[in-house]
Protein backbone atom coordinates (compact mmCIF):
# COMPACT_ATOMS: atom_id res chain seq x y z
CA UNK A 1 0.00 0.00 0.00
CA UNK A 2 2.72 2.08 0.70
CA UNK A 3 3.53 2.68 -2.91
CA UNK A 4 -0.17 4.19 -3.95
CA UNK A 5 0.76 6.77 -0.68
CA UNK A 6 3.91 7.56 -3.02
CA UNK A 7 1.78 7.70 -6.12
CA UNK A 8 -0.32 10.10 -4.43
CA UNK A 9 2.12 12.57 -3.19
CA UNK A 10 3.90 12.78 -6.70
CA UNK A 11 0.28 14.12 -8.35
CA UNK A 12 0.91 17.61 -6.60
CA UNK A 13 3.23 19.99 -8.65
CA UNK A 14 6.20 20.71 -6.82
CA UNK A 15 6.69 17.18 -5.23
CA UNK A 16 9.07 15.00 -7.15
CA UNK A 17 11.79 12.27 -6.04
CA UNK A 18 14.01 14.70 -4.73
CA UNK A 19 11.45 16.10 -2.27
CA UNK A 20 9.74 12.92 -1.41
CA UNK A 21 12.86 11.39 -0.45
CA UNK A 22 13.05 14.34 1.94
CA UNK A 23 9.47 13.86 2.98
CA UNK A 24 10.06 10.34 3.84
CA UNK A 25 13.11 11.18 5.85
CA UNK A 26 11.21 13.29 8.28
CA UNK A 27 8.22 11.09 7.80
CA UNK A 28 9.43 7.79 7.42
CA UNK A 29 6.41 6.73 5.42
CA UNK A 30 4.47 7.92 2.55
CA UNK A 31 0.91 7.30 4.53
CA UNK A 32 2.29 9.39 7.41
CA UNK A 33 2.95 12.37 4.71
CA UNK A 34 -0.58 11.90 3.34
CA UNK A 35 -2.61 11.89 6.68
CA UNK A 36 -0.35 14.49 8.18
CA UNK A 37 -2.13 17.64 9.31
CA UNK A 38 -1.07 21.25 7.51
CA UNK A 39 0.77 22.18 10.62
CA UNK A 40 3.01 19.52 10.85
CA UNK A 41 3.63 19.71 7.00
CA UNK A 42 4.49 23.02 7.65
CA UNK A 43 6.75 22.10 10.75
CA UNK A 44 9.11 19.56 8.73
CA UNK A 45 10.18 23.06 6.21
CA UNK A 46 9.99 20.12 3.41
CA UNK A 47 7.63 21.79 0.92
CA UNK A 48 7.39 25.43 -0.45
CA UNK A 49 4.28 27.33 0.92
CA UNK A 50 2.58 27.29 -2.77
CA UNK A 51 3.17 23.54 -3.43
CA UNK A 52 1.87 22.86 0.32
CA UNK A 53 -1.15 24.44 -0.32
CA UNK A 54 -1.51 22.49 -3.75
CA UNK A 55 -1.30 18.75 -1.92
CA UNK A 56 -3.86 20.48 0.70
CA UNK A 57 -6.12 21.31 -1.94
CA UNK A 58 -5.25 18.28 -3.74
CA UNK A 59 -6.04 15.85 -1.15
CA UNK A 60 -8.85 17.27 -0.10
CA UNK A 61 -10.26 17.20 -3.20
CA UNK A 62 -9.41 13.43 -3.46
CA UNK A 63 -9.09 11.36 -0.23
CA UNK A 64 -9.61 8.29 -1.52
CA UNK A 65 -6.71 8.66 -4.32
CA UNK A 66 -4.20 5.93 -3.15
CA UNK A 67 -7.39 3.32 -2.77
CA UNK A 68 -8.62 4.29 -6.15
CA UNK A 69 -5.11 4.00 -7.47
CA UNK A 70 -4.90 0.35 -6.11
CA UNK A 71 -8.21 -0.89 -7.47
CA UNK A 72 -6.78 0.76 -10.92
CA UNK A 73 -4.45 -1.19 -10.90
CA UNK A 74 -6.15 -4.58 -9.77
CA UNK A 75 -8.28 -3.88 -13.07
CA UNK A 76 -5.45 -3.97 -15.04
CA UNK A 77 -3.65 -6.78 -13.02
CA UNK A 78 -0.60 -4.29 -12.32
CA UNK A 79 1.87 -4.21 -9.17
CA UNK A 80 3.92 -1.81 -7.59
CA UNK A 81 6.89 -1.36 -6.25
CA UNK A 82 8.15 1.56 -4.16
CA UNK A 83 12.13 2.34 -3.64
CA UNK A 84 11.56 2.10 -0.27
CA UNK A 85 10.37 -1.80 -0.94
CA UNK A 86 12.66 -4.69 -0.24
CA UNK A 87 12.16 -6.21 -3.96
CA UNK A 88 12.63 -2.82 -5.85
CA UNK A 89 15.08 -3.58 -8.55
CA UNK A 90 18.76 -2.57 -6.21
CA UNK A 91 20.64 -1.02 -9.43
CA UNK A 92 18.06 1.42 -9.80
CA UNK A 93 18.79 2.94 -6.59
CA UNK A 94 22.23 3.55 -7.63
CA UNK A 95 20.63 6.14 -9.81
CA UNK A 96 20.81 9.85 -9.31
CA UNK A 97 17.10 10.40 -10.43
CA UNK A 98 15.48 7.05 -9.13
CA UNK A 99 12.08 6.64 -9.91
CA UNK A 100 10.20 6.62 -6.96
CA UNK A 101 7.93 3.72 -7.49
CA UNK A 102 7.44 1.15 -10.63
CA UNK A 103 4.37 -0.14 -12.15
CA UNK A 104 4.75 -3.75 -13.13
CA UNK A 105 3.21 -6.93 -14.86
CA UNK A 106 5.16 -10.15 -14.77
CA UNK A 107 8.57 -10.76 -12.58
CA UNK A 108 11.22 -8.04 -11.98
CA UNK A 109 14.55 -9.06 -12.53
CA UNK A 110 16.55 -10.50 -9.69
CA UNK A 111 19.65 -8.94 -7.97
CA UNK A 112 21.47 -11.71 -9.47
CA UNK A 113 20.44 -11.38 -12.90
CA UNK A 114 23.01 -9.55 -15.44
CA UNK A 115 20.66 -7.27 -17.93
CA UNK A 116 21.40 -5.59 -20.96
CA UNK A 117 19.72 -3.27 -22.98
CA UNK A 118 19.44 -3.30 -26.28
CA UNK A 119 17.82 -0.16 -28.00
CA UNK A 120 17.48 1.48 -31.54
CA UNK A 121 15.50 3.56 -33.79
CA UNK A 122 11.98 2.77 -35.12
CA UNK A 123 13.45 3.17 -38.43
CA UNK A 124 15.82 0.02 -39.05
CA UNK A 125 17.39 -1.56 -41.89
CA UNK A 126 17.00 -5.76 -42.47
CA UNK A 127 20.53 -6.01 -41.39
CA UNK A 128 19.54 -4.00 -37.60
CA UNK A 129 16.52 -6.52 -36.77
CA UNK A 130 18.71 -9.25 -37.91
CA UNK A 131 21.21 -8.31 -35.17
CA UNK A 132 19.06 -7.26 -33.06
CA UNK A 133 16.97 -10.24 -32.84
CA UNK A 134 20.54 -12.59 -33.14
CA UNK A 135 22.31 -10.66 -30.33
CA UNK A 136 19.26 -10.65 -28.14
CA UNK A 137 18.47 -14.40 -28.75
CA UNK A 138 22.19 -15.40 -28.46
CA UNK A 139 22.74 -13.30 -24.77
CA UNK A 140 18.90 -15.01 -23.47
CA UNK A 141 20.46 -17.98 -23.86
CA UNK A 142 23.28 -17.74 -21.65
CA UNK A 143 20.71 -16.25 -18.98
CA UNK A 144 20.88 -12.60 -19.23
CA UNK A 145 17.91 -10.26 -19.44
CA UNK A 146 16.95 -8.08 -22.47
CA UNK A 147 15.84 -4.91 -21.60
CA UNK A 148 14.15 -2.35 -23.90
CA UNK A 149 11.48 0.03 -24.74
CA UNK A 150 9.13 -2.10 -26.46
CA UNK A 151 8.87 0.84 -29.35
CA UNK A 152 8.53 -0.54 -33.09
CA UNK A 153 11.77 -0.94 -34.53
CA UNK A 154 14.95 -2.15 -32.87
CA UNK A 155 13.06 -2.23 -29.67
CA UNK A 156 10.85 -5.47 -31.01
CA UNK A 157 13.45 -7.02 -32.88
CA UNK A 158 15.54 -7.44 -29.47
CA UNK A 159 12.32 -8.28 -27.57
CA UNK A 160 11.47 -10.93 -30.01
CA UNK A 161 14.89 -12.05 -30.19
CA UNK A 162 15.10 -12.71 -26.36
CA UNK A 163 11.72 -14.36 -26.21
CA UNK A 164 13.18 -17.37 -28.17
CA UNK A 165 15.57 -17.73 -25.68
CA UNK A 166 14.81 -16.59 -22.14
CA UNK A 167 13.67 -13.40 -20.94
CA UNK A 168 13.46 -9.87 -21.34
CA UNK A 169 11.87 -6.42 -19.67
CA UNK A 170 10.12 -3.67 -21.83
CA UNK A 171 10.20 -0.05 -20.41
CA UNK A 172 7.28 1.86 -21.58
CA UNK A 173 6.49 5.87 -22.17
CA UNK A 174 3.10 5.89 -21.07
CA UNK A 175 0.73 4.33 -18.86
CA UNK A 176 1.12 0.20 -17.69
CA UNK A 177 -2.21 -0.45 -19.02
CA UNK A 178 -1.65 0.85 -22.61
CA UNK A 179 -0.58 -1.54 -25.09
CA UNK A 180 1.75 0.48 -27.34
CA UNK A 181 2.10 0.41 -30.33
CA UNK A 182 -1.36 -1.42 -30.25
CA UNK A 183 0.44 -3.89 -32.88
CA UNK A 184 2.84 -5.51 -29.94
CA UNK A 185 -0.32 -6.80 -27.77
CA UNK A 186 1.18 -10.39 -28.22
CA UNK A 187 4.49 -9.55 -28.06
CA UNK A 188 3.55 -8.30 -24.35
CA UNK A 189 1.71 -11.28 -23.47
CA UNK A 190 4.53 -13.21 -24.35
CA UNK A 191 6.89 -11.47 -22.35
CA UNK A 192 4.94 -11.79 -18.66
CA UNK A 193 4.08 -15.13 -19.79
CA UNK A 194 8.14 -16.22 -20.56
CA UNK A 195 8.86 -14.77 -17.13
CA UNK A 196 9.99 -10.94 -18.09
CA UNK A 197 8.09 -7.98 -16.93
CA UNK A 198 6.05 -4.82 -18.46
CA UNK A 199 7.53 -2.09 -16.30
CA UNK A 200 6.25 1.71 -15.90
CA UNK A 201 6.56 4.64 -13.89
CA UNK A 202 3.35 6.13 -14.98
CA UNK A 203 0.26 5.28 -13.51
CA UNK A 204 -2.60 3.52 -15.04
CA UNK A 205 -3.96 5.83 -17.63
CA UNK A 206 -1.44 7.84 -18.69
CA UNK A 207 -1.38 8.13 -22.38
CA UNK A 208 1.37 7.97 -24.34
CA UNK A 209 3.56 11.34 -24.23
CA UNK A 210 6.90 12.55 -26.42
CA UNK A 211 7.99 14.19 -23.21
CA UNK A 212 7.88 10.68 -21.12
CA UNK A 213 10.37 8.91 -23.62
CA UNK A 214 13.53 10.49 -22.64
CA UNK A 215 12.75 9.43 -18.67
CA UNK A 216 11.94 6.24 -19.41
CA UNK A 217 15.28 6.18 -21.12
CA UNK A 218 16.92 6.35 -18.00
CA UNK A 219 14.89 3.56 -16.61
CA UNK A 220 16.14 1.25 -19.72
CA UNK A 221 19.91 2.41 -19.18
CA UNK A 222 19.74 2.22 -15.05
CA UNK A 223 18.15 -1.39 -15.33
CA UNK A 224 20.58 -2.58 -17.29
CA UNK A 225 24.51 -3.09 -16.19
CA UNK A 226 25.27 -2.25 -20.18
CA UNK A 227 23.78 -0.88 -23.11
CA UNK A 228 23.93 -1.72 -26.71
CA UNK A 229 22.88 0.45 -29.38
CA UNK A 230 22.54 -1.47 -32.87
CA UNK A 231 20.97 0.90 -35.15
CA UNK A 232 20.24 4.59 -34.83
CA UNK A 233 20.67 7.85 -36.48
CA UNK A 234 23.35 10.77 -34.82
CA UNK A 235 19.87 12.26 -33.37
CA UNK A 236 18.32 9.03 -32.79
CA UNK A 237 16.72 9.29 -28.39
CA UNK A 238 18.75 5.67 -28.77
CA UNK A 239 21.78 7.64 -28.16
CA UNK A 240 20.29 9.33 -24.98
CA UNK A 241 19.89 6.13 -23.46
CA UNK A 242 23.55 5.65 -24.55
CA UNK A 243 24.52 8.60 -22.45
CA UNK A 244 22.49 7.45 -19.62
CA UNK A 245 25.13 4.54 -19.15
CA UNK A 246 27.91 6.86 -19.64
CA UNK A 247 26.67 9.23 -16.95
CA UNK A 248 25.89 6.13 -14.50
CA UNK A 249 29.18 4.68 -15.35
CA UNK A 250 27.94 1.63 -17.62
CA UNK A 251 29.18 -0.24 -20.35
CA UNK A 252 28.19 0.97 -23.18
CA UNK A 253 28.02 -0.92 -26.39
CA UNK A 254 27.58 -0.36 -30.42
CA UNK A 255 26.95 -2.78 -33.12
CA UNK A 256 29.35 -1.65 -35.92
CA UNK A 257 27.36 -0.57 -39.62
CA UNK A 258 27.99 0.17 -43.22
CA UNK A 259 29.22 3.72 -43.58
CA UNK A 260 26.67 4.13 -46.22
CA UNK A 261 23.95 4.05 -44.02
CA UNK A 262 22.28 6.18 -42.06
CA UNK A 263 20.81 4.34 -39.63
CA UNK A 264 24.33 3.07 -38.58
CA UNK A 265 25.69 6.87 -37.82
CA UNK A 266 25.19 6.77 -34.32
CA UNK A 267 26.72 3.18 -33.24
CA UNK A 268 29.62 4.04 -35.89
CA UNK A 269 30.37 7.82 -34.00
CA UNK A 270 29.96 5.52 -30.47
CA UNK A 271 32.71 3.03 -31.60
CA UNK A 272 35.12 6.64 -32.48
CA UNK A 273 34.32 7.75 -28.60
CA UNK A 274 35.40 4.45 -27.18
CA UNK A 275 32.03 2.14 -27.02
CA UNK A 276 32.82 -1.61 -27.28
CA UNK A 277 32.35 -3.33 -30.72
CA UNK A 278 29.07 -5.13 -30.28
CA UNK A 279 28.98 -8.07 -33.75
CA UNK A 280 27.67 -10.74 -31.59
CA UNK A 281 26.74 -11.77 -28.02
CA UNK A 282 30.26 -12.85 -26.57
CA UNK A 283 31.87 -9.71 -27.57
CA UNK A 284 29.49 -8.40 -24.80
CA UNK A 285 29.31 -11.73 -22.26
CA UNK A 286 33.31 -11.32 -22.27
CA UNK A 287 33.03 -7.89 -20.85
CA UNK A 288 31.19 -10.11 -18.22
CA UNK A 289 33.63 -13.00 -17.80
CA UNK A 290 33.60 -14.78 -14.44
CA UNK A 291 30.67 -13.16 -13.18
CA UNK A 292 28.29 -15.48 -11.65
CA UNK A 293 25.22 -13.85 -13.32
CA UNK A 294 25.78 -15.08 -16.72
CA UNK A 295 24.53 -18.88 -16.85
CA UNK A 296 27.39 -21.45 -18.10
CA UNK A 297 29.25 -18.97 -20.36
CA UNK A 298 32.52 -20.49 -21.77
CA UNK A 299 34.86 -18.56 -24.25
CA UNK A 300 35.33 -22.18 -26.53
CA UNK A 301 32.35 -21.76 -29.09
CA UNK A 302 33.82 -21.12 -32.32
CA UNK A 303 30.48 -20.85 -33.76
CA UNK A 304 30.07 -17.47 -31.88
CA UNK A 305 33.39 -15.84 -33.11
CA UNK A 306 32.27 -13.26 -36.05
CA UNK A 307 34.03 -13.47 -38.95
CA UNK A 308 35.87 -9.84 -39.17
CA UNK A 309 38.11 -9.32 -36.17
CA UNK A 310 37.79 -5.40 -34.93
CA UNK A 311 40.44 -4.01 -32.40
CA UNK A 312 39.37 -4.27 -28.94
CA UNK A 313 38.84 -0.27 -27.44
CA UNK A 314 40.41 -0.75 -24.15
CA UNK A 315 38.80 2.43 -23.30
CA UNK A 316 34.72 1.06 -23.02
CA UNK A 317 33.21 5.04 -21.93
CA UNK A 318 33.88 8.51 -24.10
CA UNK A 319 36.49 10.52 -22.70
CA UNK A 320 35.39 13.06 -20.35
CA UNK A 321 36.75 16.01 -20.98
CA UNK A 322 36.99 18.63 -17.71
CA UNK A 323 34.07 20.17 -16.79
CA UNK A 324 33.50 23.81 -14.91
CA UNK A 325 32.03 23.74 -11.25
CA UNK A 326 28.03 23.37 -11.56
CA UNK A 327 25.39 23.39 -9.04
CA UNK A 328 23.13 20.19 -8.09
CA UNK A 329 20.49 21.86 -10.83
CA UNK A 330 23.02 22.43 -13.62
CA UNK A 331 24.42 19.00 -12.98
CA UNK A 332 20.71 17.37 -13.27
CA UNK A 333 20.46 19.27 -16.53
CA UNK A 334 23.55 18.55 -17.90
CA UNK A 335 23.02 15.14 -17.33
CA UNK A 336 19.50 15.07 -19.06
CA UNK A 337 21.51 16.84 -21.82
CA UNK A 338 23.05 14.97 -25.18
CA UNK A 339 25.44 15.97 -27.59
CA UNK A 340 23.30 14.80 -30.55
CA UNK A 341 19.76 14.57 -29.69
CA UNK A 342 18.56 18.02 -28.85
CA UNK A 343 15.82 18.14 -26.43
CA UNK A 344 12.89 20.92 -25.87
CA UNK A 345 12.79 23.14 -22.88
CA UNK A 346 9.51 20.78 -22.32
CA UNK A 347 10.88 17.63 -22.65
CA UNK A 348 14.11 18.59 -19.84
CA UNK A 349 11.14 20.49 -17.84
CA UNK A 350 9.17 16.89 -17.38
CA UNK A 351 12.14 15.21 -16.62
CA UNK A 352 13.31 17.45 -13.78
CA UNK A 353 12.72 16.86 -9.52
CA UNK A 354 9.65 18.90 -8.63
CA UNK A 355 12.04 21.46 -6.64
CA UNK A 356 13.11 23.08 -10.33
CA UNK A 357 10.58 25.03 -11.78
CA UNK A 358 10.42 27.08 -14.86
CA UNK A 359 11.91 30.07 -14.28
CA UNK A 360 14.79 27.84 -12.42
CA UNK A 361 15.03 25.73 -15.44
CA UNK A 362 15.55 28.88 -17.85
CA UNK A 363 18.35 30.35 -15.26
CA UNK A 364 19.89 26.96 -15.15
CA UNK A 365 20.11 26.16 -18.82
CA UNK A 366 21.31 30.34 -19.50
CA UNK A 367 24.24 29.22 -16.98
CA UNK A 368 25.29 26.08 -18.72
CA UNK A 369 25.12 28.04 -22.43
CA UNK A 370 27.71 30.94 -20.48
CA UNK A 371 29.62 28.00 -18.81
CA UNK A 372 30.58 26.73 -23.05
CA UNK A 373 28.88 23.36 -22.04
CA UNK A 374 25.70 23.40 -23.67
CA UNK A 375 24.01 25.40 -26.29
CA UNK A 376 20.75 26.38 -27.63
CA UNK A 377 20.00 25.54 -31.82
CA UNK A 378 18.02 26.91 -34.07
CA UNK A 379 14.81 24.99 -33.54
CA UNK A 380 14.85 26.60 -29.47
CA UNK A 381 15.76 22.91 -28.56
CA UNK A 382 19.13 22.13 -26.18
CA UNK A 383 22.12 20.24 -26.71
CA UNK A 384 25.43 19.86 -24.83
CA UNK A 385 28.64 21.03 -26.83
CA UNK A 386 32.31 20.22 -25.80
CA UNK A 387 33.74 22.62 -24.05
CA UNK A 388 36.69 24.78 -25.99
Same mark, same amino acid.
Given at each position: ?E???I?A?K???GI?D??LQD?????S???????AD??? @????? $?L !??DV??N?? +???? /?NP????K????????N?????????N????L???K???S????????????????A??????F?N?????A??????L?R?G?????G??R??D????V????????V??L??G??????P???? @?F??I $?E !?GGA??S?? +???? /????A??P???????G?SH?T?V????????A???A??A?NDN?D?F??P???FS????????????????AR?????????R???R????Q???????P???I?K?????P?E???P??T?DEK????L???H????K???Y????S????Q?????????I??GI??????????????S
Amino acid at each position: MEGYYIAALKETHGIGDKVLQDLLARFSFAKAVWEADEGE @LKQAE $VL !KEDVLKNFI +KFRA /SNPYFPEKLMESCKKCNAKTVAITDENFPFILKELKNPPSMLYYKGTLPAKTDLCIAMVGSRNFTNYGKEAAEMIAEDLARYGVVVVSGAARGIDTAAHVGALKAGRTVAVLGCGIDYVYPPENRK @LFYEI $VE !KGGAIISEY +KPGT /SPYPAFFPARNRIISGLSHGTVVVEAGRKSGALITADHAVNDNRDVFAVPGSIFSNMSAGPNWLLTEGAIPARCAEDILKEYRGNRRVKAYQNNDESDKPVVEIKKIEDTKPKEKTLPEMTEDEKLVYQLLSFHAPLSKEEIYISMPSHIDIQNLNMTLLNLIMKGIAKETDLHKYIRVERS
